[in-house]
Antibody
Framework: EVELVESGGGLVQPGRSLRLSCAAS????????MHWVRQAPGKGLEWVSG????????AYADSVKGRFTISRDNAKNSLFLQMNSLRTEDTALYYC??????????????WGQGTRVTVSS | EIVLTQSPGTLSLSPGERATLSCRAS???????VGWYQQKPGQAPRLLIY???SRATGIPDRFSGSGSETDFTLTISRLEPEDFAVYYC????????FGQGTKVEIK
């Protein structure tokens, strides 16, 4: 079955760190770019970060640049998001998302069910 | 940064009716990099349309996309009960942004 399963979310205080993971299965992971997209409670979708198949092309939304780091381990079919200096406005459901291409960034054709991050004191 | 503005915010229609959703970009974009997603409550989004007009795998032909430059449209020809959801447009070119969404609700 083609699937993305996120983990690592939770409740964290402002200024602290959290690392999200995404386990991919059912497709050739290193054939595709991958992304993190978040959705604050009751709000719309916000692209957070993307990474090409070989990690050579990485991009971040301005709202997280310098605080978040995306990475991947193709040998383990896994995607990661290291989130540092967390703010209350980072509170959201974080989706792991598969791209339709490998190098550049294109449409998103597979989404996980998300992992919830709550930043609060 | 390209801003996508969707209208209307909410569309109240009955099953069987036609739905027309609009997405306007703040500057001209290539239609190659415009997509549409459907999100139902408690579920992850699902890709409907990519390249402005190509249906994703398994998407019924009652869903169609069109448009160019700054104006893009998602049309649902005849609403089925399962089509009532929130729809987002998406630009995935040099910047990656989503519209704020249009909710299609049962009238």
């Amino acid at each position: 079955e083609v699937e993305l399963v996120e983990s690592g979310g939770g409740l964290v205080q402002p200024g602290r760190s959290l690392r999200l993971s995404c386990a991919a299965s059912g497709f050739i992971f290193d054939d595709y770019a991958m992304h993190w997209v978040r959705q604050a409670p009751g709000k719309g979708l916000e692209w957070v970060s993307g990474i090409s198949w070989n990690s050579a092309n990485i991009a971040y939304a301005d709202s997280v640049k310098g605080r978040f780091t995306i990475s991947r381990d193709n040998a383990k079919n896994s995607l990661f998001l290291q989130m540092n200096s967390l703010r209350t406005e980072d509170t959201a459901l974080y989706y792991c998302v598969k791209d339709t291409v490998s190098v550049t960034f294109d449409a998103f054709d597979l989404w996980g069910q998300g992992t919830r991050v709550t930043v609060s004191s | 940064e390209i801003v996508l503005t969707q209208s209307p915010g909410t569309l109240s229609l009955s099953p069987g009716e036609r739905a027309t959703l609009s997405c306007r970009a703040s500057q001209s974009v290539s239609s190659t990099y415009v997509g549409w997603y459907q999100q139902k409550p408690g579920q992850a989004p699902r890709l409907l349309i990519y390249g402005a007009s190509s249906r994703a795998t398994g998407i019924p032909d009652r869903f169609s996309g069109s448009g160019s430059e700054t104006d893009f449209t998602l049309t649902i020809s005849r609403l089925e009960p399962e089509d009532f959801a929130v729809y987002y447009c998406h630009h995935y070119g040099t910047s990656r942004t989503f519209g704020q969404g249009t909710k299609v609700e049962i009238k």
